[in-house]
């Protein structure tokens, strides 16, 4: 078994000195990825980090030399998955010294060694603050055939690794890591850090970078993207600047961001979304629970009285706006009463889709030591009526939507059903037939389209005949 190495900062010469890094030219590297859009982004990093050394990407962990995990932990269910791929990848990686196995993402960064002894043949872990380490991190494993616990590494700067993304008309921009708020249940901040805001010339800097490669739609990522600029090195932008001064980018059609804070929700942003073509009608803010006991109990931060102001103000001044949210059922002490207020809350706000899911305690949180959770029958029984609930607010909107003309931005042509696959600005797929194939419209290209056909999870179409 190989010893664990401590060492920290190691890569950099006694006198300070960066040492020469190796080539990775003519190596492979495999990415398994879990979890939200900020894992998916880390992972186009990674995968950046090793290109440019020489390194490219294989589709089977049996053919890669470098094999990077890269864990979610928001949930229990989240790390059992992680370790069962992770059962499996073992049994198919390569032999020998030069194969390396590493843990990346939020599980690592809140497990630490303890992933050792879980799994023993990895080699590496690292936590999503520690990316731009990677190099230098597998340098060291492979140097000195060790395993190298890199969380333990000083945080590198907030530069930004170079991302290899699919090729597409869609992109991810991390404009924000990490999260200051406490929310009693979310292991989020322990994980990931202290919240910091990339420097807006970056962020401008890569969106025309993106454009002149392709891509016509950018989503902004941060854990509460909208308090951009509150804390780290902005460039003196606030959250609306950045958006204004990214609606100026020529050839760039559409910007979207996830995930906001109701408690960083402003004016200006309701503002700017209200004026702006390029930034989307569709807001993701989670409530969380309608009961303001529990969302005390949540520690995050506002009342169901101050969540309604700001859904009366987006609803009232952005037309035709998608509001979408996350919901917790069975948090510590959960009554019948503090779940019937959450479902009058979805009652009332009539959300145009939910991410619903039963709390989970996550050890080293608040919330983790309270007694008095739900029964996991009851939490599921809530769990079920809630879903039931959104999917039948979902099924009525988008039935609405039927004999209506939308706007997609078209991102695949499917040419075996003559079909243009894209996106309304509010965030629905809408698969869209198309007459005339032989002069078919192009991924990136704006279009209108009729609807046909509407089910809970989509939209269909067809190509209006003067698009
Ligand atoms: S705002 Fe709350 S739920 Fe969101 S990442 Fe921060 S602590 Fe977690």
Not at 30 to 36: M, S
Not at 47 to 54: C, D, I, Q, T, Y
Request: hydrophobic share 35%; charged share 25%; with cysteine.
């Amino acid at each position: 078994m190989k010893e664990t190495n401590h060492i920290t900062g190691s890569g950099v010469s006694l006198s300070g000195t960066p040492l020469p890094l190796p080539s990775l030219d003519g190596k492979t590297f495999y990415i398994k990825t879990f979890g939200c859009q900020m894992n998916v982004h880390d992972s186009e990093r990674m995968a950046g980090l090793l290109s440019e050394e020489g390194a490219r990407p294989v589709s089977e962990p049996g053919e890669a030399d470098i094999i990077l995990v890269n864990t979610c932990t928001i949930r229990d269910k989240a790390d059992q998955k992680a370790l069962s791929d992770l059962g499996r990848i073992r049994q198919v990686r390569k032999d020998g010294p030069e194969s390396v196995l590493a843990v990346t993402g939020c599980m690592a960064q809140r497990e630490g060694e303890e992933i050792f002894r879980l799994v023993p043949d990895v080699d590496l872990i690292l936590g999503p603050s520690q990316i731009r380490n990677l190099i230098p991190l597998l340098d060291t494993v492979s140097r000195d055939h060790q395993r190298v616990d890199g969380t333990l590494w000083p945080p590198p700067d907030m530069t930004t690794p170079p991302a290899l993304r699919p090729p597409g008309i869609t992109a991810f921009v991390t404009i924000q890591e990490g999260c200051d708020k406490s929310c009693a249940y979310c292991v989020v901040p322990s994980t990931r850090g202290a919240e910091r805001s990339r420097p807006a010339r970056d962020i401008f800097q890569e969106a025309e970078e993106l454009v002149s490669l392709g891509y016509r739609e950018i989503t902004l990522l941060g854990q509460n993207v909208n308090g951009y600029g509150h804390k780290g090195d902005s460039s003196g932008a606030s959250f609306p600047e950045l958006l204004r001064r990214l609606s100026e980018i020529s050839g760039l059609h559409r910007i979207r961001f996830t995930t906001s804070h109701p408690n960083d929700m402003s004016d200006e942003l309701i503002e700017v979304m209200a004026s702006s073509a390029k930034v989307m009608p569709h807001l993701h803010l989670p409530v969380q629970s309608g009961s303001d006991r529990i969302l005390e109990k949540m520690q995050r931060g506002y009342t169901l009285e101050t969540y309604r102001q700001w859904v009366t103000k987006v609803r009232k001044n952005i037309s035709g706006v998608s509001l979408t949210t996350d919901l917790i059922v069975g948090f510590c002490t959960e009554t019948e009463e503090d779940f019937r207020q959450t479902m009058e809350a979805v009652e009332e706000f009539c959300f145009d889709g939910a991410f619903s899911f039963i709390y989970s305690p996550r050890p080293s949180t608040p919330a983790h030591a309270w007694a008095d959770t739900p029964s996991r029958e009851v939490a599921v029984e809530r769990l079920e009526r809630l879903q039931k609930l959104v999917e039948k607010q979902a099924e009525a909107r988008n039935g609405k939507l039927v004999g209506q003309e939308v706007e997609i931005l078209v991102e695949k042509w499917d040419e075996e059903n003559s079909m243009a696959i894209g996106r309304t600005p509010q965030f629905q797929t809408v698969r869209a037939h198309v007459d005339a194939p032989s002069s078919p419209p192009f991924p990136g290209d704006l279009v209108q389209v009729r609807i046909t056909q509407a089910s809970r999870t989509g939209l269909r179409g067809r190509l209006s005949p003067n698009a």
